[in-house]
């Protein structure tokens, strides 16, 4: 019996959700077609990091997430031929096709919603990683409507937060030992906006009645949790990836940038609904 094809997917921790949920996306569209799936997740232990062992060449694809790989091996892997498709991440300096949530659309929507319908004006930023295209292209839409909307946010209330919910729970919870003065939080996405639920609420702070909290992104352990966010199809992501992937092993050309669009998931955490603005 002939082998399967097998498509590579390299990540830091295939167990975190948002990888999870992506590689789940890429496996259904992979069966769907005959491949297997090959998983190097090199960084589960963080102190102790595993090299990336994938033999390219035996792959008939490769599907990045974010920014796992360094440069030099997507250059080396583009310049051998093997077809390559990114999620979350973008490099310039190569013609690799990539799939991106519209990290502007949704930050604006976020923001839109927590200061003209919930009326919260005091906010705390939780960010990412700076090195991430999806955390710098949210803070800085994040940056842009604070301008529009004519809002000055200390640099005291831009948290670390690093996609990991216990940094952003560390964060909030020195922010909340300090004093600090907010009424509106805004996530980089929604693994730290649950945290930070959960921090603020340990602290006898009322959420939403004190703060409003939002996050960017959604799976069902947002909407379990209440959390208001902005729905990117993180799975839809995976699935759009490993067609790339296909149809280039089949011989098509993909270059380009796909970009998701998100919608706005209202839920508890925010104290305000979707009823239109008034006029």
Same mark, same amino acid.
Request: charged share 20%; aromatic share 6%.
């Given at each position: 019996?002939?082998?399967?094809?097998?498509?590579?997917?390299?990540?830091?921790?295939?167990?975190?959700?948002?990888?999870?949920?992506?590689?789940?996306?890429?496996?259904?569209?992979?069966?769907?077609?005959?491949?297997?799936?090959?998983?190097?997740?090199?960084?589960?232990?963080?102190?102790?990091?595993?090299?990336?062992?994938?033999?390219?060449?035996?792959?008939?694809?490769?599907?990045?997430?974010?920014?796992?790989?360094?440069?030099?091996?997507?250059?080396?892997?583009?310049?051998?031929?093997?077809?390559?498709?990114?999620?979350?991440?973008?490099?310039?300096?190569?013609?690799?096709?990539?799939?991106?949530?519209?990290?502007?659309?949704?930050?604006?929507?976020?923001?839109?919603?927590?200061?003209?319908?919930?009326?919260?004006?005091?906010?705390?930023?939780?960010?990412?990683?700076?090195?991430?295209?999806?955390?710098?292209?949210?803070?800085?839409?994040?940056?842009?409507?604070?301008?529009?909307?004519?809002?000055?946010?200390?640099? @005291?209330?831009?948290?670390? +937060?690093?996609?990991?919910?216990? $940094?952003?729970?560390? =964060? #909030?919870?020195? !922010? *909340?030992?300090?004093?600090?003065?907010?009424?509106?939080?805004?996530?980089?996405?929604?693994?730290?906006?649950?945290?930070?639920?959960?921090?603020?609420?340990?602290?006898?702070?009322?959420?939403?009645?004190?703060?409003?909290?939002?996050?960017?992104?959604?799976?069902?352990?947002?909407?379990?949790?209440?959390?208001?966010?902005?729905?990117?199809?993180?799975?839809?992501?995976?699935?759009?990836?490993?067609?790339?992937? @296909?149809?280039?092993?089949? +011989?098509?050309?993909?270059?380009? $940038?796909?970009?998701? =669009? #998100?919608?706005? !998931? *209202?839920?508890?955490?925010?104290?305000?609904?979707?009823?239109?603005?008034?006029?």
């Amino acid at each position: 019996m002939a082998r399967k094809p097998v498509l590579g997917i390299i990540t830091n921790d295939q167990h975190q959700v948002f990888q999870r949920n992506v590689i789940a996306g890429a496996s259904d569209i992979a069966v769907r077609y005959g491949y297997s799936v090959q998983i190097d997740s090199y960084a589960e232990d963080p102190d102790h990091p595993s090299p990336i062992t994938l033999d390219c060449a035996a792959l008939s694809g490769v599907l990045v997430i974010a920014d796992a790989a360094p440069l030099d091996l997507l250059r080396s892997m583009y310049e051998s031929g093997t077809p390559l498709s990114l999620v979350s991440h973008l490099v310039p300096e190569l013609p690799i096709p990539s799939v991106i949530a519209d990290n502007v659309q949704g930050m604006s929507e976020l923001v839109k919603h927590i200061v003209e319908r919930c009326h919260r004006r005091k906010l705390v930023y939780i960010r990412g990683v700076p090195t991430q295209r999806d955390s710098s292209e949210r803070e800085a839409a994040f940056f842009r409507e604070m301008l529009r909307y004519n809002i000055s946010v200390p640099d @005291i209330h831009f948290l670390r +937060g690093d996609f990991s919910a216990s $940094v952003a729970a560390q =964060s #909030v919870q020195a !922010m *909340i030992d300090n004093g600090a003065d907010f009424d509106g939080v805004i996530a980089a996405d929604y693994v730290m906006g649950i945290t930070v639920v959960e921090t603020l609420r340990r602290n006898g702070r009322a959420v939403p009645g004190d703060v409003s909290v939002v996050g960017f992104g959604d799976a069902p352990e947002a909407e379990t949790a209440g959390l208001t966010t902005v729905a990117a199809d993180v799975v839809e992501q995976g699935r759009r990836a490993a067609r790339q992937l @296909i149809s280039q092993q089949q +011989g098509t050309r993909i270059t380009g $940038v796909t970009v998701l =669009s #998100v919608r706005l !998931m *209202i839920r508890e955490t925010c104290g305000c609904s979707a009823l239109p603005l008034k006029v």
